[in-house]
T-cell receptor
């Protein structure tokens, strides 16, 4: 399974936009880019996913580079509730392949 | 959206006893579920892939006789930690793939904190 690399931690001021980067240089043509986040002592929560085009939902936006070797999760206005560990993973939907997690980015939101 | 229910949320047990953790998909049929273990301040580590009606596939280094996985129905997978020891204390998380969407999102249980005394 293709690997992803993310910064270990980032900080943001409350109500400011946050851009969380992810590199996935070995992504295959059929891999979707998924983002999940995990609050302390909870299971991960789905945030957003995409293939080639940028995606928006009520939680966030996903910007995908043209060569798909990197992507950025955008939180438009960070709140204290957005403080979590954010994981970027790759998923091929054609089968039921296992899903492995990298280290993720721990986002700290400063009031 | 799809919901995965995991029970119990936390469990404390004595060393040498066995503990069973349940993972249920509440509104969809999950042919495949994954079990993860997470130590404090670390990422999720995949333990095994559970397929309904067949034997689980374990990751390298995970003892299949210690971590028994049963996926007897399309909505239930169980993880039994046998003869638990303090080093098995960890946060255990299950996830299921929902076939509701072609792109197969993952949905996770809320996790089980296991403390072995």
């Amino acid at each position: 399974d293709a690997k992803t690399t993310q910064p270990n931690s980032m900080e943001s001021n409350e109500e400011e936009p946050v851009h969380l980067p992810c590199n996935h240089s070995t992504i295959s043509g059929t891999d979707y880019i998924h983002w999940y986040r995990q609050l302390p002592s909870q299971g991960p929560e789905y945030v957003i996913h995409g293939l080639t085009s940028n995606v928006n939902n009520r939680m966030a936006s996903l910007a995908i580079a043209e060569d798909r070797k990197s992507s950025t999760l955008i939180l438009h206005r960070a709140t204290l509730r957005d403080a979590a560990v954010y994981y970027c993973i790759l998923r091929d939907p054609r089968g039921y392949q296992k899903v492995t997690f990298g280290t993720g980015t721990k986002l700290q939101v400063i009031p | 959206g799809a919901v995965v229910s995991q029970h119990p949320s936390w469990v404390i047990c004595k060393s040498g006893t066995s503990v069973k953790i349940e993972c249920r998909s509440l509104d969809f049929q999950a042919t495949t579920m994954f079990w993860y273990r997470q130590f404090p301040k670390q990422s999720l580590m995949l333990m095994a892939t559970s397929n309904e009606g067949s034997k689980a596939t374990y990751e390298q280094g995970v003892e299949k006789d210690k971590f028994l996985i049963n996926h007897a129905s399309l909505t239930l997978s169980t993880l039994t930690v046998t003869s638990a020891h303090p080093e098995d204390s960890s946060f255990y998380i299950c996830s299921a793939i929902t076939p509701l969407e072609r792109r197969e999102k993952l949905f996770f249980g809320s996790g089980t904190q296991l403390s072995v005394l």
